[in-house]
């Protein structure tokens, strides 16, 4: 018969195994899974124009660089994800693996490399918010989001519609419908930057524990239509959020994606700034 007290030394004295906290000999306990991982879902977009030019500079953070007047893009996704644990676990774990995501993000460069930083960005999913805040570090929170679904997602239209809400602490903070009006034909389009600065705290007083400049994006994008749509969009006062100093002067262009497969997750650090 097995010594069950070795056996429990033994497993103690485990090296502790899984990808985020917390991680456990037998390394089943991590909030997520190991990156890259993949994202499939639906997407709509609007491209404007700051009310107040001045205020991209206010909220991208250096060392990044925004333009005079930067071009803004507000995004509403809803999404299945693998959470690193591979392609199962949207049959498994439906709650898991489905969310929305709210984002707001404002040009800017680094170095020659040209990008965009999202500034704010809210979900619905926990292990969502744990693997980008502590991973990628995107200023994720958490929000309640809404979006619409057409009456025939297979057979669009020009005309339908398709709206998004933002809500926190029982305040509407953002606003955006897009309407439909001529299918583009399907073409590659270039991966995007993304651009985040990742800052954990430290325990023991004010210092930061990390803080980095990360470059980040898609390693590759699928995507099977895309509409050309006309775009409203409306940012409203928080409690404790800074969206509505990021009022729009002027839509520029909007779309929609009703159909989009890509892997995120793996990036590299361009600079340690602590």
């Not at 498994?92 to 984002?103: D, H, I, K, R």
């Not at 099977?224 to 006062?237: I, K, N, R, T």
Request: with cysteine.
């Amino acid at each position: 018969m097995r010594d069950s007290s070795n056996s429990l030394h033994e497993d103690v004295g485990a090296e502790f195994r899984g990808y985020g906290m917390p991680r456990t000999a037998r390394g089943r306990a991590s909030a997520y899974g190991q990156a890259p991982w993949r994202l499939c879902g639906r997407v709509f977009t609007i491209w404007y124009h700051l009310a107040d030019p001045a205020e991209g500079r206010r909220q991208v953070p250096p060392p990044l660089e925004a333009p005079e007047n930067p071009l803004c893009r507000a995004r509403f996704y809803e999404l299945n994800m693998d959470a690193g644990y591979g392609d199962e676990l949207v049959a498994l774990n439906p709650e898991q693996s489905q969310f929305f995501e709210a984002v707001i993000a404002i040009e800017c460069s680094y170095q020659g490399i040209q990008g965009d930083c999202s500034v704010h960005m809210y979900s619905d999913n926990a292990t969502y918010i744990a693997w980008g805040r502590e991973v990628i570090g995107w200023p994720l929170k958490q929000g309640k989001i809404t979006m619409t679904r057409p009456w025939k997602p297979g057979a669009l239209e020009a005309g339908v519609e398709i709206a998004g809400e933002l809500e926190r602490y029982g305040r509407r903070l953002m606003s955006a419908r897009v309407k439909l009006r001529e299918r583009q034909e399907a073409r590659s389009r270039p991966l995007p930057n993304w651009f985040s600065h990742k800052q954990i705290p430290g325990i023991e007083g004010d210092a930061l524990d990390v803080d980095q400049l990360i470059l980040s994006g898609p390693s590759r994008m699928d995507v099977d239509q895309v509409w050309d749509a006309s775009g409203e969009f409306e940012l409203h006062e928080g409690l404790a959020d800074e969206l509505h100093h990021l009022r729009p002067a002027e839509i520029v262009s909007a779309d929609y994606v009703p159909w989009a497969d890509l892997t995120v997750g793996h990036g590299r650090v361009l600079k340690h700034l602590k």
